[in-house]
């Protein structure tokens, strides 16, 4: 099929004919497409090199690889992660080998999904990468610094691709409407209102807006002249139910829940609020949330206002007997509170050096004092000895007791902040430590 029929070919979704063909037509990514940045002006030169593209679903990445090889004159071979084995791989290798002998033209073996590919996969790109049988371009929605083996990360220069922004996708669609031999050539309107409309439930993904657009205008019926407009009711069918992008246990997914997590931590309820609705929104388990929301009560509100932690187990415990929507109200109502109040990770901090303390100090001894005694051949090895009730001391407090073991006691793991309750927490403490100086200083 030659390129001007494959083009007009009407069996073929608009997401795939408006491919971009040519530099000048790809829309998006300027921080590293604009002119004079060093990708653009290395394709200008008809330099090549390996990359590994990251980026959310609809940001461009099959196309930019497309167009790389385009620019380069080499030839493209696509495999995907998700379906493509050792064998492909192999396949591709031999098939690259045959042209640079025969036609001495470079292969860009393009790799979609390329963290699906477990190690032993990867590696099998390695020699032919490093030797220059391949121009590898891997396409990845994952953080490849988890995802992909340092030994093929090393030998490939990673580009982050950016969600389109509201303005890149109108430009996309707009070449559809006026594009005559892939898109609609003039003979499809779309009203100001729905346009908006299909820029903003694509969210960032140019697949998706092509995808919208096509169906809204299959579904629209054409004027007497031919002419089809599409209106905002139909957009609005069209796009009904279309989720953010989430990706549950993706990067998206971390840095989302991260985003709740810092906001309620830097006391911005608002942000908190925001980013909590729009997890809900993409789909997140509402359980899970709750599960972290407890977690920040611990770690970033802890003793300054303990209120936090019942209040979070209450707002878990509502959502589970009241469901969705109803429930999510009072997940809404934890995360402004522990937003909104005093922050201390003193807990946290306490709890992190003591396990460290643990797992490195070796089994300490249990000091002889502390030990129990609940025989009578314990008490003759001096178990409990000289132990301090501390109920029978003045005030309930044993001044000068150790209860660390002994190449600990120096050791304060608990330090209050000046913030919330722990104010007057820490006052105590100060008293207390007080009165063990003056009894070591009697003793």
Not at 328 to 357: F, G
Not at 363 to 369: F, G, Q, R, T
Not at 381 to 406: F, I, S, T
Request: proline share 5%.
């Amino acid at each position: 099929m030659s390129l001007e029929t494959a083009e007009r070919d009407p069996g073929r979704p608009l997401a795939d004919r408006m491919r971009p063909r040519t530099i000048e037509e790809y829309v998006g990514q300027s921080h590293i497409f604009d002119p004079g940045k060093p990708l653009r002006s290395s394709l200008e030169r008809g330099h090549v090199h390996s990359m590994l593209l990251w980026g959310p679903p609809g940001t461009g990445k099959t196309t930019l690889a497309r167009l790389v090889a385009a620019c380069v004159d080499a030839e493209f071979k696509a495999i995907s992660a998700v379906l493509a084995g050792v064998k492909d791989v192999r396949e591709a290798v031999a098939n690259a080998t045959r042209i640079r002998q025969v036609h001495n033209r470079a292969t860009v073996l393009f790799v979609d999904e390329v963290h699906r590919f477990n190690k032993s996969q990867q590696d099998a790109f390695l020699p032919f990468v490093e030797d220059g049988t391949i121009v590898f371009i891997g396409a990845t929605t994952e953080n490849p610094s988890f995802e992909v083996n340092n030994a093929l990360l090393s030998r490939t220069r990673v580009y982050v691709l950016r969600p389109l922004t509201r303005e890149d996708v109108l430009t996309i669609l707009c070449q559809a409407l006026a594009d005559s031999r892939r898109g609609y050539g003039g003979k499809v309107g779309v009203v100001p209102e729905a346009m908006t409309m299909l820029a903003e439930a694509a969210d960032g993904d140019a697949r998706r807006a092509l995808t919208f657009l096509e169906l809204a205008v299959d579904l629209t019926e054409a004027d007497a002249d031919g002419v089809r407009t599409v209106k905002s009711a139909t957009v609005a069918e069209v796009c009904s139910g279309s989720a953010r992008r989430f990706d549950k246990g993706g990067d998206l997914f971390y840095d989302q829940i991260s985003a709740l997590h810092k906001s309620v931590r830097g006391s911005s309820p608002d942000g908190a609020l925001y980013w909590l609705t729009r997890m809900l929104d993409g789909g997140c388990d509402p359980v899970y949330i709750a599960r972290r929301i407890v977690r920040m009560a611990s770690e970033d509100i802890g003793n300054a206002d303990p209120r936090s932690l019942q209040l979070a187990l209450d707002a878990w415990e509502a959502y589970e007997r009241l469901g969705a929507a109803e429930g999510e109200l009072a997940l809404a109502q934890a995360v402004i509170y522990l937003a909104c109040a005093p922050k201390s990770n003193a807990v946290y901090t306490a709890h992190n050096e003591a396990r460290e303390d643990a797992r490195t100090a070796g089994s300490l001894e249990v000091p002889m004092h502390l030990r129990n005694a609940p025989t009578r051949l314990a008490k003759a090895l001096g178990h409990g000895h000289r132990y301090r009730y501390a109920h029978d001391e003045p005030d309930g407090y044993a001044a000068g007791e150790v209860y660390l073991p002994h190449p600990l006691q120096q050791r304060c793991y608990y330090r209050p902040v000046n913030r919330g309750l722990e104010i007057r927490i820490r006052e105590k403490l100060d008293r207390l430590r007080q009165q063990d100086i003056e009894a070591g200083r009697e003793d």
